[in-house]
């Protein structure tokens, strides 16, 4: 059974940083893309970035580029991570790891089948 639990959300001032895990069971991790998305109320879950099952290639959407890094470390129980810096409040969301069918996948959600229940970050002005 895949099981995904991310960690690492809470309250942080606008300008600070969080760093989000994602511990990951259940399945060989590394033949999988693995991606972050995020849902603020009232809104849709939107992609945030994912990462190739080896960790050679990631994407990320616009909004986050040159603020956050994703990051996997397969051998570990914490299999993906998401460095968020320069946080800005429209970050404010809860966030979403979860496990794509294949080794590359970006921001369709329908390519991912395993989500984690989610983290809440919240950024202040």
């Known amino acids: 059974q895949v099981q995904l639990v991310e960690s690492g959300g809470g309250l942080v001032q606008a300008g600070g940083s969080l760093r989000l895990s994602c511990a990951a069971s259940?399945?060989?991790?590394?033949?999988?893309?693995m991606g972050w998305f995020r849902q603020a109320p009232g809104r849709e879950r939107e992609f945030v970035a994912s990462i190739s099952g080896r960790g050679r290639f990631s994407t990320y959407v616009d909004s986050v580029k040159g603020r956050f890094t994703i990051s996997r470390d397969n051998a570990k129980n914490t299999v993906v991570d998401l460095q968020m810096n320069s946080l800005k409040p429209e970050d404010t969301a809860v966030y979403y790891c979860?496990?794509?069918?294949?080794?590359?996948?970006?921001?369709?959600?329908?390519?991912?089948?395993?989500w984690g229940q989610g983290t809440q970050v919240t950024v202040s002005s």
């Open positions: 979860a496990s794509a069918i294949t080794n590359w996948a970006q921001g369709d959600k329908g390519a991912y089948d395993y």
């Open positions: 259940g399945r060989t991790f590394s033949n999988y893309a």
